[in-house]
């Protein structure tokens, strides 16, 4: 393409040059142009289309900088289509094709991508209302699962002071029992006694027995008749107390 335009640059000089001679020729019919007229002419000539050459080349430079200025322009452009593509895929839009489009398929696209917008806009807002419900139902749910575990624990501390009251009346039951116990071996043993020292008197007899002897049974007797009134009373309170 360059050099075409180099020829028709040198044809176009050369044409002037032509035209020049024939101007310049033309008063002067009578008298021949000179040789130097000639020769200058034609370095003149020369030199233009020198000149103009050198002042076609940079404009050839410039225009294989512009050429891969548009390439690289032309690739980042479609690298960006790609990765638009990629996102109106996942929002289920159709991708923008890499030819060109007219105004009316332009205007087309952009209307379904309109709606497509529309309807996913309004399936975001009802996902958006229905987490709202959820999340709702999730705090009524943790607020009413919070005041059973704070029932449960009010229960708990009930239940374990009911607990400790009850070890320690079971401690003070053993205890009880075991007073209880003490006072039925002792009751037991008195009454043993009782029935010996009554034996003795029946087996010797009064008359037989001197007065301090008598008087020493007699009062054995009624110390543990009366000891053996104080432990039955004694162990009837204590399983009066073990009852309740």
């Given at each position: 393409?360059?050099?075409?335009?180099?020829q028709?640059?040198?044809?176009v000089?050369?044409?002037?040059?032509?035209?020049?001679?024939?101007v310049?020729?033309?008063?002067?019919?009578?008298a021949?142009?000179?040789?130097?007229?000639?020769i200058?002419?034609?370095?003149?000539?020369?030199?233009?289309m020198i000149?103009?050459?050198n002042?076609?080349?940079p404009?050839?430079?410039?225009?294989?900088?512009?050429?891969?200025?548009v390439k690289?322009?032309?690739a980042?452009l479609?690298?960006?289509?790609v990765?638009?593509?990629r996102?109106?895929?996942?929002?289920?839009?159709?991708?923008?094709?890499?030819?060109?489009?007219?105004?009316?398929?332009?205007?087309a696209?952009?209307?379904?991508?309109?709606?497509t917008?529309?309807?996913?806009?309004g399936?975001f807002?009802?996902?958006?209302?229905?987490?709202?419900?959820?999340i709702s139902q999730?705090?009524?749910?943790f607020?009413?699962?919070?005041?059973?575990?704070?029932?449960?624990?009010t229960e708990?501390?009930?239940?374990?002071?009911?607990l400790q009251?009850?070890?320690?009346?079971?401690d003070?039951?053993?205890?009880l029992?075991?007073?209880?116990?003490?006072?039925?071996?002792?009751?037991?043993?008195?009454?043993?006694?009782?029935?010996?020292a009554?034996?003795?008197?029946?087996?010797?007899g009064?008359?037989?027995?001197?007065?301090?002897?008598?008087?020493?049974?007699?009062?054995?007797?009624?110390e543990?008749?009366?000891?053996?009134?104080?432990?039955e009373?004694?162990?009837?309170?204590?399983?009066?107390?073990?009852g309740?």
């Open positions: 393409m360059s050099q075409s335009n180099e028709e640059d040198v044809v000089v050369e044409e002037t040059v032509v035209e020049t001679v024939e310049t020729a033309e008063p002067k019919k009578s021949p142009i000179p040789l130097y007229l000639v200058l002419l034609f370095a003149g000539a020369v030199l233009m000149f103009v050459l002042t076609r080349k404009q050839v430079a410039t225009n294989q900088v512009d050429k891969a200025q690289a322009l032309k980042d479609e690298a960006r289509r990765d638009l593509n996102q109106r895929e996942a929002l289920g839009l159709t991708p923008i094709s890499s030819e060109s489009e007219s105004v009316d398929e332009i205007a696209r952009l209307t379904k991508d309109a709606s917008l529309v309807a996913l806009t399936s807002h009802h996902l958006i209302a229905e987490k709202d419900q959820e999730k705090s009524a749910d607020m009413q699962a919070e005041q059973a575990r704070q029932d449960a624990m708990i501390s009930r239940l374990q002071t009911e009251t009850a070890q320690s009346a079971a003070d039951n053993r205890l029992l075991k007073q209880v116990n003490d006072l039925k071996s002792q009751r037991d043993e008195l009454k043993a006694n009782l029935d010996a009554n034996q003795k008197l029946s087996t010797y009064k008359d037989s027995l001197t007065s301090d002897q008598a008087g020493d049974l007699t009062r054995q007797l009624n543990a008749t009366r000891a053996k009134s104080f432990l009373k004694r162990v009837a309170e204590l399983e009066a107390k073990l309740n």
